[in-house]
């Protein structure tokens, strides 16, 4: 939407279950996109996931991908791991 950038928290088990919950949330949601679209939507507007693991009771940074669109060909996300 024209900015350069935000930060938003979801809950998930990795940084690919991340971008599996968010069609999840999209889809409850209703309305009349289909999956496709949404997952081309996700694939565009998110750069990069920090995913966090609780390690002795502390958050840890556990992994960081970079998001690089949705693939139709493969029907997957195109992520490159940093960490």
Known sequence: TGHLGCMATIHSNSAMSALERMETLCLKRGGEWPLPAIQREIG????????????????????????????????????????
């Open 44 to 83: 565009a507007a998110i750069g990069c996931i920090a995913h966090f693991k609780k390690v002795n009771g502390m958050r840890r940074l556990n992994e960081l991908v970079l998001v690089d669109g949705f693939e139709t060909s493969t029907g997957r996300y195109a992520v490159r791991s940093i960490m």
